[in-house]
């Protein structure tokens, strides 16, 4: 049977949960915490809350198959789809303003969940082909979920995932299997699944376009003002910024520039 979360032990979790991610919980998704860790109680067969907090405090991977139980990995090719529209504009202008010796447009989809952001994004250069001037695109892509990593990283997908998606474009960058498609390499080689926690600084520079979508959303005001913050750094001068359907960094002191590209927004350094 399922036991109570104490207030206590809310707030311990609660607490380890800010400090090594971010992401935030109040009143109201207490209960998404109390049966995570129910879960996880019963699947190590530990006696109560004290036992897994004790082992959580002490043990790394603990710890990051912790955190990884408590994330929300929901997600969908062209999610968002004007976004992607506005994609097919940005990266030609992007491409027609790099020059000899630099031919490598780069982006970063920072919480790409089980791949399905960063897959979209090297479909949409793919599909541009000749109208990227003769540029690549290198997407780093990156989550604190290992789970959804291997996912992300294996590129295996049920068919019913690709409901929205044009079939000749699904043919085009996927093996089509009875009952699941398999990335094939022309997208796979664009993009390089690794371990990032936002709530730690970024080596980055000079990046021409981050996809943060559905992440900070979770975070408190706090943690998404540095997470923005660090992205601004990360960006070179023309970068730009997409953020999720229900994000904006309304309210926040930032230097980033509102955009509104047909139907998508779009923040922006340099514009
Ligand atoms: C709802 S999914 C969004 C996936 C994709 N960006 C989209 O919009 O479809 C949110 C993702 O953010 C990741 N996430 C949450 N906190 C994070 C953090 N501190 N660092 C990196 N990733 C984080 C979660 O693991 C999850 O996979």
């Avoid at 062209?78 to 976004?83: G, I, L, M, V």
């Avoid at 970063?108 to 960063?118: F, I, Q, V």
């Avoid at 068919?159 to 498609?181: H, L, Q, S």
Wanted: proline share 2%.
């Amino acid at each position: 049977m399922a036991l109570t979360l104490t207030d206590e032990y809310f707030e311990k979790f609660k607490t380890t949960v800010y400090e090594e991610s971010g992401i935030c919980f109040n009143s109201v998704n207490r209960v998404v915490l109390e049966a995570r860790i129910n879960e996880n109680i019963k699947r190590k067969s530990l006696a109560g809350f004290d036992a897994y907090y004790q082992l959580v405090k002490s043990n790394k991977e603990e710890l990051r198959e912790f955190l990884d139980s408590i994330t929300t990995n929901l997600t969908k090719f062209f999610r968002n789809e004007s976004q992607f529209v506005s994609l097919r504009q940005v990266l030609p202008q992007i491409a027609a303003k790099k020059t000899a010796g630099n031919r490598v447009i780069r982006i970063w989809s920072a919480g790409c969940s089980t791949g399905e952001e960063p897959y979209s994004i090297a479909i949409t250069a793919g599909e541009l082909g000749g109208a990227l001037s003769g540029c690549t695109v290198s997407i780093f892509a990156s989550d604190i979920s290992l789970k959804s990593l291997i996912t992300a990283k294996e590129g295996r997908y049920r068919k019913d995932r690709f409901e929205n998606v044009d079939k000749a474009i699904v043919e085009r960058y996927f093996d089509v299997m009875p009952e699941e498609c398999v990335a094939r390499d022309n997208i796979k080689k664009m993009i390089t699944f690794d371990y990032h926690n936002l709530k730690h600084p970024v080596t980055f520079k000079d990046l021409d376009i981050i996809f943060c979508r559905n992440v900070i959303i979770y975070f408190d005001a706090e943690s998404q003002k540095r997470t923005i913050d660090r992205f601004y750094e990360a960006l070179g001068p023309a970068g730009y910024l997409y953020l999720g359907h229900s994000e904006s960094l309304f309210g926040m002191t930032t230097n980033f520039k509102f955009n509104k590209l047909d139907d998508a927004i779009v923040y922006t350094k340099g514009i």
